[in-house]
């Protein structure tokens, strides 16, 4: 199994990254936000989640070793598969707790691509004791740079949702928004502007 890889990262299409090994090239699915931490051609070190199945065998990636626990506790869940669990962790940890905290499965279904509001609701209760069991997983990491919690109320991501954007394109706007943006109407505006 691998845990790790230490070597040269190229960045390919979004949330693809290839991992030079001694001349070895590890394909690599990562996160957006750790796609975005990493710098194209440059020494780097990836914690590694090793997926096996009798059809095929993946590798997932991250910048941060409490990311890839909670990608594994994910995908342990019923119903989540490595995929889901990829976008739930390029999730800002800030949302996934006030997710949790204000039992909003709507802010869940809108966020993350491939959830619905019953599999929302599902994975609502299974976030709650994984946060019980470990709150560490949910404090603020590093790859959020700041990120401020009302630039991602539920009816901005909806709104760029229902436009056709993709959860992870929508978070990746909404975090380069100026500070002074206050309704939803002027931060979906600006997202837009930005896409």
Not at 36 to 52: A, C, F, M, N, Q
Not at 181 to 186: A, D, G, N, R, V
């Amino acid at each position: 199994m691998i845990t790790r890889l230490q070597g040269i990262i190229e960045r390919l299409s979004a949330t693809e990254a290839l991992v030079d090994v001694h001349g070895v090239g590890y394909g690599v699915s990562v996160p957006v936000d750790t796609w975005e931490h990493v710098k194209d051609g440059s020494e780097g070190t990836l914690w590694i989640s090793t997926y096996v199945r009798e059809d095929r065998l993946e590798l997932y990636g991250f910048a941060e070793r409490v990311t890839l626990t909670l990608f594994e506790l994910l995908i342990a869940q019923s119903g989540i598969g490595p995929r889901v669990g990829l976008e739930l962790c390029a999730v800002p940890r800030e949302l996934l707790l006030r997710a949790v905290q204000e039992d909003d499965a709507d802010l869940l279904s809108s966020s993350v691509k491939g959830i619905g509001k019953k599999r929302a609701e599902k994975l609502l209760l299974e976030l709650k004791s994984l946060m019980e069991k470990q709150p560490e997983l949910f404090r603020g990491s590093g790859s959020t740079n700041g990120i401020r919690a009302n630039q991602f109320d539920q009816d901005t991501i909806a709104a760029l949702a229902g436009l056709g954007y993709d959860t992870q394109t929508i978070l990746r706007a909404l975090k380069e928004l100026p500070p002074e943006l206050s309704s939803t109407e002027e931060r979906v505006t600006a997202a837009l502007r930005a896409l």
